[in-house]
């Protein structure tokens, strides 16, 4: 029996590599229908349960029979229920927490691992000691520190946007510093050695050197504070009481809170509203998110 000539076998081995290849597209493709069937499914049913006129989830249909807009126009024409003024609190909160936020972070991953001072590891330890019981297990303590914070400085007591921003601030050091501290421990300190022989101070070593080199955890740091931020419901209800300073979290629970006047027509489409400013950032700061940068920046 004669052995296939040469050419035939490589006409079997190109075929044999060329179905292997459309049988791990096929894989692909089905896994990434799944995939994306699996996350926008909700966010559809959300979607059509905000277009739905019976206002209610009960028996509703993926596609509603008469679908409508009413429910966007209550939602930015009720007295009682100021959606347009909860979300431009949200916005302002998360937006203040996160630059300030990330700002303080950055200066004390920065302090923690350049510099060398007395009672650094213990700082260290401390912070994430405290970062591991919840904000929750603190809230009376939280509340009477504001209300005492309060009686004489008014603008950070309670129910004030000072007091929120205060306690906001706090929560955000302990893990964020310890994520920015261990990017900043991964970039060589010859950079420092260099920018200090070429007469840079620390300052201009840390803002001109550094702070570009660290760009990636930056964004993740901002993305991560804006997120809990913007979405944080335990901390706002109990501390703020006045309907008109709610954040959206708040606000939105209050319109379904009362069993006999829910509207979930209407808190459906406050809840796709909502969901737009971390959407547009992931868009915005997507290409951010890929570290690496620091690669190739020293070479032997």
Do not use: C, H
Not at 110 to 133: H, K, N
Request: zero cysteines; proline letters at 5%.
């Amino acid at each position: 029996m004669s052995e296939p000539k040469p050419s035939a076998r490589f006409t079997t081995s190109v075929g044999s590599i060329r179905r292997r290849k459309r049988v791990t597209l096929i894989y692909r493709l089905a896994l990434a229908a799944a995939a994306l069937t699996f996350a926008l499914f909700p966010v559809l049913w959300v979607f059509s349960a905000s277009i739905n006129p019976t206002n209610s989830l009960v028996g509703q249909p993926l596609i509603p029979d008469n679908p409508t807009w009413d429910n966007y126009r209550k939602l930015f024409n009720d007295p009682v229920n100021p959606f347009p003024r909860w979300y431009l609190n949200s916005l302002i909160l998360a937006v203040l927490v996160t630059v300030v936020g990330t700002a303080m972070t950055t200066l004390a991953a920065y302090s923690f691992s350049r510099f060398r001072f007395g009672s650094r590891r213990a700082l260290l330890q401390a912070v994430l000691l405290i970062q591991v019981f919840p904000n929750f297990l603190n809230m009376v303590a939280l509340f009477l520190i504001l209300q005492q914070i309060g009686a004489r400085i008014s603008m950070f007591g309670l129910n004030t946007y000072g007091g929120l921003l205060l306690v906001y601030w706090g929560s955000t050091l302990g893990a964020n510093t310890w994520l920015t501290k261990g990017y900043f421990d991964s970039i060589p300190r010859d950079l420092d050695e260099a920018a200090m022989v070429d007469g840079a101070s620390p300052w201009q070593t840390f803002t001109r050197v550094l702070l570009p080199l660290v760009q990636p955890i930056l964004v993740v740091v901002g993305l991560l504070t804006f997120i809990s931020t913007y979405s944080e419901y335990v901390l706002a209800k109990v501390l703020l009481t006045d309907k008109q300073m709610y954040t959206l979290a708040v606000g939105l629970n209050a319109m379904v809170a009362n069993q006999f006047a829910q509207s979930w027509g209407v808190f459906s489409a406050g809840a796709l509203l909502a969901s737009l400013p971390t959407l547009v950032l992931f868009l915005f700061f997507q290409r951010f998110l890929v570290g690496g940068l620091v690669a190739g920046s020293v070479k032997g």
